[in-house]
């Protein structure tokens, strides 16, 4: 049996066990699945940042017109006379929240910024981007899981919280796992403390499926490069060309998700193990949940929070929804 990480101190031994654990357990299971945290190594960075840049990809545009041109209403949602905490999970490269910590140090406001994000690359690169950007910034960049990386925040610091989750990422889980996701976020908030979340809001299906099925292919390297991944990192031997991505999006569910399917049948070995491949079936890769506004009351009332502000885009496809505990 391998020994447990300790949870603050992800080893890069640890995280490689874990990472096999979750593929394993992810691919033997019916349907086999894997977990879209594991995207972002270098190369799925530099992928996501080419998505984020597509015309098709409006997600990225609609939150960026929010922080970028509604910034006042995000600092006067927030409130700014007691010192806080902004601690954002899955911080990526900061590209919409820099503005609102441009805002924020501008008025001079008593904060610290605490970028969460499981990938260290990213991270580096955002402290010393901000840096360079926002050279009054206290940043303490947090490397790992989201909750892990919360309660190191929360032991760090007992100052009021202001929890971003931005990009739409609370689509990437199912209902009933966003719902326990919101729950356990919860228990970590004290009264007094925000979330704000991001939510891409139900539209045409068609905007909605041009944007994770482009004609270029970058979203489907972008989901193969996790084969790629494991080929390096866990000793697989993935054959690329032997799978193909594959997007649906259902609009009465809401539910946007992606596939690789194998196009034959086949055996792969991942270190000591092998995974058996019918032809034709499938690896869930990701889903990517829209939401209705009574989607996001439900989601709110059901994880005891309680919804204080919503800032929409001029499109009104995306709000940013500020929660109270």
């Known amino acids: 049996m391998n020994a447990p990480c300790e949870p603050a101190t992800l080893t890069e031994n640890c995280t490689s066990q874990t990472f096999l654990k979750d593929v394993i357990e992810g691919l033997s299971a019916h349907p086999k699945k894997l977990s879209s945290k594991y995207f972002y190594d270098k190369n799925g960075d530099r992928l996501f940042q080419q998505i984020m840049a597509m015309p098709e990809y409006y997600l990225t545009q609609c939150e960026l017109d929010i922080f970028k041109n509604k910034t006042e209403k995000l600092v006067s949602a927030i409130g700014f006379s007691t010192p806080f905490d902004l601690i954002e999970l899955g911080a990526g490269d ?85 719902l326990q996701f919101c ?40 989901n193969l490069n996790l084969l ?8 697989a031997d993935f054959d690329l060309d032997k799978f193909k991505h594959y997007q649906t999006y259902d609009p009465v569910s809401g539910a946007c998700r992606s596939f690789l399917v194998s196009l034959e049948a086949q055996k792969i070995h991942i270190g000591n193990h092998m995974i058996s491949f019918k032809e034709n079936e499938l690896i869930d890769m990701e889903i990517s949940q829209k939401f209705s506004p009574e989607d996001i009351q439900n989601l709110a009332k059901e994880s005891w929070f309680r919804i204080v502000n919503e800032i929409k885009d001029s499109k009104e496809w995306f709000v940013d929804s500020i929660w109270t505990v």
Do not use: Q, W
């Open 94 to 178: 900061a590209m919409k929240s820099s503005y609102l910590l441009e805002h924020l140090c501008t008025l001079d406001c008593d904060f610290s910024y605490m970028p969460i994000d499981i990938s260290g690359n990213i991270l580096s690169v955002l402290k010393e981007n901000l840096s360079e950007k926002i050279p009054s910034l206290n940043i303490i960049p947090l490397e790992g899981d989201y909750f892990d990386m919360l309660d190191r925040a929360t032991r760090l610091s007992d100052r009021r919280k202001v929890v971003l989750f931005l990009g739409g990422n609370i689509g990437n889980m199912p209902p009933e796992e966003a």
């Open 183 to 222: 729950m356990e976020l919860r228990k970590r908030l004290t009264p007094g403390d925000l979330l704000i979340t991001g939510f891409d809001l139900k539209k045409n299906p068609h905007t909605v499926l041009a944007a994770y099925n482009d004609e270029t292919g970058i979203t489907a390297s972008f």
């Open 228 to 235: 790629e991944r494991m080929n390096r990192e866990l000793d």
